[in-house]
């Protein structure tokens, strides 16, 4: 959607998957603390989120909100429409400083996310 501030959806929310019978995990990361915000401006203010399919381990759907985020939807696209594994979107590492750096972001905490639950188990 082009609105202000933009908004990038991709694929299916944390509630249609959900609704669709999916076991998923939801990660949020702030887009603001992704070091290619500053390249925007200081206070760049965003939000990131993907949605995992937990039993194949792909992403069924990625939002993100914010200023030029519509710049991130050609990659977003491909990773959900491909169902490219989480494992294989780690080794493409993103340009730095750029927005595309979220990308990183998310995939560690979704990574720090799984050894937590495991620590806890």
């Known amino acids: 959607m082009f609105t202000e501030p933009e908004v990038v959806s991709v694929g299916l929310t944390a509630a249609a998957a959900t609704a669709h019978?999916?076991?998923i995990r939801v990660v949020d990361h702030d887009l603001?603390?992704?070091?290619?915000s500053v390249l925007h401006t200081e206070d760049y203010r965003g939000q990131a989120r993907m949605v995992v399919d937990e039993d194949r381990h792909v992403l069924v759907g990625v939002t993100f909100?914010?200023?030029?985020v519509a710049e991130l939807v050609h990659a977003t696209t491909i990773?959900?429409?491909a169902e490219v594994p989480?494992?294989?979107?780690?080794?493409?590492v993103p340009a730095f400083p750029t927005m595309s750096e979220v990308w990183l972001r998310l995939l560690e905490t979704y990574?720090?996310?799984a050894t937590t639950e495991q620590a806890a188990a």
């Open 32 to 36: 603001g603390a992704v070091a290619g």
């Open 65 to 68: 909100v914010g200023p030029d």
């Open 111 to 113: 990574e720090a996310t």
């Open 21 to 23: 019978g999916l076991h």
């Open 79 to 81: 990773a959900v429409a």
């Open 86 to 92: 989480i494992e294989r979107l780690r080794h493409a």
